[in-house]
Nanobody, 113 residues
């Protein structure tokens, strides 16, 4: 059984940075595609970043140029570094395994001055 646990969220001022982590158990993080989604009140979860099984990162929308995906094989995790944070980045960030259709519990990111 695959389980995902996100961490690293918090409250930051605009322009700051955060690094979110998604620790995977039950499956090696290598060879598995994992995705980051953001959910804001009243909206559906939107895809912001993908870490493909071959280690290639991809980004959508406003995440391009500011979000950086990486894989930490020692922790069996993926990290999402978010730079130049904007208020629109506020939301709950979820990690998902596409292969096992499994979600983590999410981690809250709040960007405000």
């Amino acid at each position: 059984q695959v389980q995902l646990v996100e961490s690293g969220g918090g409250s930051v001022q605009p322009g700051g940075s955060l690094t979110l982590s998604c620790v995977v158990s039950g499956r090696s993080v290598t060879g598995t595609t994992l995705r980051w989604y953001r959910q804001t009140p009243g909206k559906q979860r939107e895809l912001v970043a993908t870490m493909s099984a071959n280690g290639v990162g991809d980004y959508t929308g406003s995440a391009k140029g500011r979000f950086i995906n990486s894989r930490d094989n020692a922790k069996n995790a993926i990290d999402l570094q978010i730079n130049s944070l904007k208020p629109d980045d506020t939301g709950i960030y979820y990690c998902k395994s596409t292969q096992f259709n499994t979600w983590g519990q999410g981690t809250q990111v709040t960007v405000s001055s």
